[in-house]
């Protein structure tokens, strides 16, 4: 029931067309937007690790 692809790595669910999109980034302050041929985007997570000092 799903599609897996590599370039771009993401995952299609084939019944819906729906899209998990898999990014990294090596300057986390760098990417913050993603942009589609159609639809959009209804969950985003950050791992905003460069924005804290430590575990406190």
């Not at 819906?16 to 090596?26: L, N, V, Y």
């Not at 942009?35 to 905003?48: I, L, N, V």
């Amino acid at each position: 029931m799903w599609d897996d692809s590599v370039s771009p790595m993401q995952l299609t669910y084939i019944p819906t067309g729906q899209q998990i999109r898999f990014k990294g980034d090596d300057k986390p302050q760098k990417v913050k937007s993603q942009k589609f041929c159609h639809g959009y985007t209804k969950f985003k997570h950050y791992e905003e690790a460069a924005d804290f000092n430590g575990m406190a």
